[in-house]
């Protein structure tokens, strides 16, 4: 019983670790940090997230949405 307890913590552990790794990204068009939508596509290996953030673009006096999709893993 013990065992299967800590097993079970365990793959918890490392499943809260998994998702908190794909949280954040950084933005190809301009390098800031974007937060992960929770969108998915794909499976495994090759399964990428969906990231997006805000920015204001002061020549157009505008707040801009940029949108880009990375592996999950990075």
């Not at 365990?10 to 974007?34: E, N, S, V």
């Not at 939508?37 to 020549?59: I, L, M, R, S």
Request: glycine share 6%; net charge positive; with cysteine.
């Amino acid at each position: 019983m013990k065992t299967v307890l800590m097993a079970l913590v365990l793959m918890a552990a490392m499943t809260g670790t998994a998702l908190a790794a794909k949280q954040t990204a950084f933005c190809p068009y301009d390098g800031q940090l974007a937060q992960w939508t929770g969108a998915q596509k794909g499976t495994y290996p090759n399964q990428v997230c969906e990231y997006e953030h805000f920015f204001f673009d002061t020549k157009t006096k505008r707040s801009i949405k940029h949108v880009f999709w990375r592996a999950c893993d990075n």
